[in-house]
């Protein structure tokens, strides 16, 4: 079955510097792959998604993630942390059928002035 | 494009109390589901759906009903509210199911079940 892990529950990085959220996955075959952000009291947003082409994924707000099949990972970073980043992270496999997602048990990121 | 709505934002229950969660989508999408969300549980699904008239069990599905007569509207029955349902409850929806396609989440639906 597709599931991932997120190896950090709680990240704090100061403004400025790299963010580094890490993910490892589990997968028979080659997995859509996805990060999602949840601020404080909102929905889920996307972030990007790895669909088996291009390894190195960029998303929005500066954020990319890269997918090493060596090392089933599928890490989350970022060159310089603001303030706004600070929120909970999720990463996310589809599960072989299509029709459902397995999430992570989310990383919460705090970003230090 | 209103997104995702649910409603209602809030709601306090008693054991034993019916209610139905609302969620609707105006973006013509096929695939709708619901999850819950726990503290360090991440999200589970409850319930999906691929299209009118088509639903499906997630991981979680048991004290819940779903159905699915129109392809915008996708409620969440509670039949006999129980404490351990007290979450908050996320309705998604997207083109075509999970492969490759972004979910689009409403903005929750926090529920208290005393």
């Known amino acids: 079955a597709q599931s991932v892990t997120q190896l950090d529950s709680h990240v704090s990085v100061s403004e400025g510097t790299p963010v580094l959220l890490r993910c490892n996955y589990s997968?028979?075959?080659?997995?859509?792959l996805f990060w999602y952000v949840q601020h404080p009291n909102k929905g889920l947003q996307l972030l990007l998604k790895y669909t088996s082409a291009a390894t190195l994924v960029k998303g929005i707000n500066g954020f990319e993630a890269e997918f090493k099949k060596s090392e089933t990972s599928f890490h989350l970073t970022k060159p310089s942390a603001h303030m706004s980043d600070a929120a909970e992270y999720f990463c996310v496999v589809s599960v072989g059928s299509g029709y459902a997602l397995n999430f992570g048990k989310g990383t919460s990121l705090l970003v230090t002035p | 494009n209103a997104g995702v709505t649910q409603t209602p934002k809030f709601q306090v229950l008693k054991t034993g109390q019916s209610m139905t969660l609302q969620c609707a989508q105006d973006m013509n999408h096929e695939y709708m589901s619901w999850y819950r969300q726990d503290p360090g549980m991440g999200l589970r699904l409850i319930h999906y759906?691929?299209?009118?008239?088509?639903?499906d069990q997630g991981e979680v599905p048991n004290g819940y009903n779903v159905s699915r007569s129109t392809t915008e509207d996708f409620p969440l029955r509670l039949l006999s509210a129980a404490p351990s349902q007290t979450s908050v409850y996320f309705c998604?929806?997207?083109?075509?199911?999970?492969?490759?396609?972004?979910?689009?989440f409403g903005p929750g639906t926090r529920l208290t079940v005393t």
């Open positions: 997968s028979s075959y080659s997995p859509s």
């Open positions: 759906s691929v299209g009118a008239g088509i639903t």
């Open positions: 998604a929806s997207s083109l075509h199911g999970t492969d490759a396609y972004e979910q689009y």
